[in-house]
């Protein structure tokens, strides 16, 4: 039976495109369903600022009049002017396993690269760094994240069969915090503490936190410009990401080191682990949705580190050593005993050598593909 490739052409559609991978994984134990609210607005053009700078298109595969399969195309404008690289991004890449299905609705994103005399595709990616990237290639028995992509299997066979290949990985960790700090590592930290005069925030309180936001989206630009596809976030975005994601940081799970001037030097942001909450609501937060994930806030065993920043001035002097120092005491003080680091890339060795001090276990790797357009 053919495969139909039809694009998004509505809003009704759009609701489509982001239900199909609920229907797809209903049920499975590791998937866990991103926010479905949040997932509209980063696809509508009138929601999401990425817009200024980007354009998207998005299909559905049809199978029988049945959807079984879409994905999303990103012309990142910005990027291409910043790396000087005339790549389309995939993403929001989900299908039964099926060749004809994805060969079909990757052959629809190369031909729009084609269209836009692009030089290749890649992907999984989104329209910044903050949004979900790199399939799954090792881990599919672990549970998922709310930051991270789950797939099955058979997608990276896909790929590969497609003619895509490995441009990066990243990698991730489970790490089993300590009810104290290793001795070394607190040793570690004072003396950055004292030798660079620095202090940590005494956030109890989201207004307590809510000053250093913009310091804190300075910090991630400066700090993260050199990672695989990173481009400037625009005054808008950081407001977007803002109202998105920071109405459901905890304060005490956030870590923040202030200099001599209360100038954010580094940061750390953890967060209760929201991934069996987000599987009881399946990823809508009303009408009882959101209980689950204030309960998740409460009470919870494991939790998720997201974003760790250090201004590069200050990297290599043991600052990272102040953070986890401080993530560890968060982690002490509610009873956590498994954290998931979230994605890192495997050439980041700073980053992974932040648990050095930690047992943990690199339990999941994911890759953003890359295919030459000939």
């Known amino acids: 039976m053919s495969i139909e490739i039809h694009e998004v052409g509505s809003l009704r559609e759009l609701k489509q495109f982001v239900n199909f991978p609920y229907k797809l994984y209903h049920g499975h134990p590791n998937w866990v369903p991103p926010i479905f609210m949040d997932e509209v607005s980063t696809l509508r053009k009138d929601k999401n600022p990425a817009f200024e700078h980007c354009e998207a298109r998005y299909w559905l595969a049809k199978k029988e009049g049945k959807i079984v399969g879409r994905i999303a195309g990103i012309l990142n404008h910005k990027y291409i002017e910043t790396w000087n690289k005339k790549q389309m991004r995939f993403g929001w890449l989900d299908f039964e396993d099926d060749p004809a299905i994805s060969k079909a609705l990757l052959s629809a994103v190369e031909g729009w690269a084609r269209e836009t005399g692009m030089d290749a595709v890649h992907g999984p990616l989104g329209f910044t760094d903050l949004d979900y990237e790199g399939m799954l290639i090792e881990g599919f028995g672990e549970l998922g994240t709310l930051a991270t992509i789950y797939n099955f299997p058979y997608y990276p066979d896909h790929l590969d069969q497609l003619g895509y290949t490995k441009d990066i990985d990243w990698v991730e960790f489970e790490v089993v915090p300590t009810p104290k700090t290793p001795e070394r590592l607190e040793r570690i930290a004072d003396v950055a503490m004292r030798r660079l005069h620095l202090h940590v925030l005494q956030a109890k309180k989201k207004k307590h936190l809510v000053p250093y936001i913009p310091q804190i989206f300075e910090l991630i630009d400066e700090a993260y410009r050199e990672l695989y596809g990173v481009v400037p976030l625009s005054p ?128 999941k790797r994911r890759r953003c593909f890359i295919k030459a357009l000939k």
């Open 236 to 363: 808008k975005q950081v407001a977007y990401y803002t109202k998105m994601y920071f109405g459901f940081i905890k304060p005490d799970y956030v870590s923040v080191v202030l200099d001599r001037d209360d100038k954010v030097a580094a940061f750390g942001i953890t967060m209760p682990s929201l991934s069996r909450a987000l599987q009881k609501c399946r990823g809508r937060l009303l009408p009882f949705g959101v209980f689950h994930l204030l309960n998740a806030m409460r009470k919870n065993d494991r939790a998720d580190l997201y974003l760790v920043g250090v201004r590069p001035s200050l990297q290599g002097k043991g600052i990272n050593a102040i953070i986890i120092h401080e993530i560890n005491k968060i982690y002490a003080s509610h009873n956590i005993r498994k954290v998931e680091t979230n994605p890192e890339l495997e050439t980041n060795r700073d980053v992974q050598g932040q648990w050095k001090f930690y047992e943990r276990r690199q339990h």
